[in-house]
């Protein structure tokens, strides 16, 4: 059974840092994207980050971009995202994602068939 597994969420002041992780298991996304989606309360989920499996590949949303990193190390089968310059507008559940699939663009949730529980991020002003 495919797991993914969020983890490092929590409750923060403005302008502080955070890094998630996500664990996968049952296999080995090789050749796969990774990344994260997340959701605030009322609102649709949004893209935020992800990257190809070599790690070369890198994609943010613009609202992130300059303040989040993301990465994976392929031995331990995880993705990271290392979250600075928190804002309240960053406030949401954080979705680990992986695909197994190119059919759709890598900001577009319906590429991603694996999806982890979620993780809240919270912060506060």
């Known amino acids: 059974q495919v797991q993914l597994v969020e983890s490092g969420g929590g409750l923060v002041q403005v302008g502080a840092s955070l890094r998630l992780s996500c664990a996968a298991s049952?296999?080995?996304?090789?050749?796969?994207?990774m990344g994260w989606f997340r959701q605030a309360a009322g609102k649709e989920r949004e893209f935020v980050a992800v990257?190809?499996?070599?790690?070369?590949?890198?994609y943010y949303a613009n609202s992130v971009k300059g303040r989040f990193t993301i990465s994976r190390d392929n031995a331990k089968n995880t993705v990271y995202l290392q979250m600075n310059s928190l804002k309240p507008e960053d406030t949401a559940v954080y979705y680990c994602?992986?695909?197994?699939?190119?059919?759709?663009?890598?900001?577009?949730?319906?590429?991603?068939?694996?999806w982890g529980q979620g993780t809240q991020v919270t912060v506060s002003s």
């Open positions: 049952g296999r080995t996304f090789s050749s796969s994207y």
């Open positions: 990257v190809s499996w070599t790690g070369t590949s890198l």
């Open positions: 994602v992986a695909s197994t699939t190119s059919r759709y663009s890598v900001s577009s949730p319906e590429r991603y068939d694996y």
